[in-house]
Structures are given as structure tokens and as C-alpha cells.
């Protein structure tokens, strides 16, 4: 059967040349820059400065939600204030609207107050 199988194919053996230099080169970068005192001052400084980074950020945006939150609260209670005292002012007392006359008379009076308000008169 060593003869059916023959000479190792070139997908294994540059797989298996690869795998041999990531390891070779991963040990050799992981303990080069573990050892090395100026990698590790930038680790701390990159670190650092991240940090900052991430808590101005987040006190940036928890002030923008908040003010958000403000507006949003004060839109709600003048829009609730404003329904409460009606929208229309002195003609919400009144009561409740009218409906319109019915039959020809109420079409003539739709029809009159439609040419006043393209014509810019008031009703």
C-alpha cells in the first residue's frame, strides 16, 4: 500500500511549511516584544490613552441623552399643557364645532368661504 500513496502531495507540505514559520515567528515576535522595554512603555500609553478615549466618549454621549431626554420631556408636558387648554384658544369655550349646513344652502356657503381663502379675505 506505500505504493498506491506516493510522494507527499505539495498542498500538505506547504501547509505543514507554513504552520512550522507562524510558530517560529509568533515565538519569536511574542518573546522579542514581551522582553522589550519600549513595547511595553507604548502598551501603556496605548492603553492610557484608550481609556481617556472611551471615558470622554461616554460622558459626551450621556450628556447629549440626557439633554435629549430633556427635550423630549419638556416637548411631551407643553404638547399634554397644550391639549389640556385647547389648541384653538378663545374658540375651543365655544363648545364643540359646528357641522356644516346640508343641501344647497351649505354648498353655496362652502363654496363662498373656499373663493374667500383662495382670494386671501377673510371669512
Partial sequence: R?????????KAMNQFIQRVAN???????????????TFQR????ADKHIGEFKGKTNQ???ETL??????AAE????A???SNTGS???????????????????FISAFGKEIRKDLGMKN
Avoid: C, M, W
Fill in 2 to 10: 506505500e505504493e498506491e500513496r506516493g510522494p507527499p502531495q505539495p
Fill in 23 to 37: 510558530y517560529v515567528a509568533n515565538e519569536v515576535l511574542i518573546k522579542g516584544l514581551a522582553n522589550s522595554k
Fill in 42 to 45: 507604548f502598551a501603556l500609553r
Fill in 60 to 62: 459626551s454621549l450621556n
Fill in 66 to 71: 440626557d439633554e435629549l431626554h430633556k427635550t
Fill in 75 to 78: 416637548a411631551v408636558n407643553a
Fill in 80 to 82: 399634554s399643557q397644550s
Fill in 88 to 106: 384653538l384658544g378663545a374658540k375651543a369655550t365655544a363648545g364643540p364645532p359646528k357641522p356644516p349646513e346640508a343641501g344647497f344652502a351649505g
